[in-house]
């Protein structure tokens, strides 16, 4: 079947500007993590969904991120006002439920800040 | 900082040989820890997995060692094979929690 994709892969932002990225997860997921990955390092986690609800939030770096599941299956990630230091890889990862459920992930985001 | 440790950025191996991938962790909290191997331009796959119950994993050419009072893993893969050739992820992740944490990586080059 289908597995977790991410829109765009690519993305080159002027310093400032907003930026959205997508992530579908494979379908029936019930869980959905956010991961940013910087050049050279492992992912780092950013957010955890559990259907529509944003149980954790702990690893957003700044007010400026933002990230929602409304109908709890796509998710966008929203960066406001991009600065250079957000340069990175946002991986997606879905799984089929919370705990030790294997995280399937997305092939990620690459966003570059001018 | 850095709760999972992976200290050799590089390895280097002919096909047919052992790779030895090498994991250690700060958090004594960790329960379960997963292996990734990651391609160029594709997102993380999940190769292998041990809970902490338990001191070894294997899957075919892939085996898990956990030694928790060390905490440290390490990642076997017998034989290798050219198709290994990636960036091999540790990651661990605590009781009750299901965000991962994970290692910077180590590129592994099997050579012909």
């Known amino acids: 079947g289908a597995g977790v994709s991410q829109s765009p892969r690519y993305k080159v932002a002027k310093r400032g500007q907003d930026v959205a990225l997508r992530c579908d997860p494979i379908s029936g997921h019930v869980s959905l993590f956010w991961y940013q990955q910087a050049l050279g390092q492992g992912p780092e986690f950013l957010t955890y969904f559990q259907n529509e609800a944003q149980l954790d939030k702990s690893g957003l770096p700044s007010d400026r991120f933002f990230a929602e599941r409304p109908e709890g299956s796509v998710s966008t990630l929203k960066i406001q006002r991009t600065q250079q230091e957000d340069s990175a890889v946002y991986l997606c990862?879905?799984?089929?439920?919370?705990?030790?459920?294997?995280?399937?992930f997305g092939p990620g985001t690459r966003l570059l800040v001018l | 900082d850095q709760q999972v440790k992976q200290n050799s950025p590089s390895l280097s191996v002919q096909e047919g040989r052992i790779s030895i991938l090498n994991c250690d962790y700060t958090n004594s909290m960790f329960d379960y820890f997963l292996w990734y191997k990651k391609y160029p331009a594709e997102g993380p796959t999940f190769l292998i997995s041990?809970?902490?119950?338990?001191d070894k994993n294997e899957d075919g050419r892939f085996t898990v060692f956990l030694n928790k009072s060390a905490k440290h893993l390490s990642l076997h893969i017998v034989p290798s094979q050219p198709g290994d050739s990636a960036v091999y992820f540790c990651?661990?992740?605590?009781?009750?929690?299901?965000?991962?944490?994970f290692g910077a990586g180590t590129t592994v080059t099997v050579r012909a």
């Open positions: 990862a879905s799984s089929l439920a919370g705990g030790k459920e294997t995280q399937y």
């Open positions: 990651a661990a992740s605590r009781t009750n929690d299901y965000k991962l944490s």
């Open positions: 041990i809970s902490s119950i338990k």
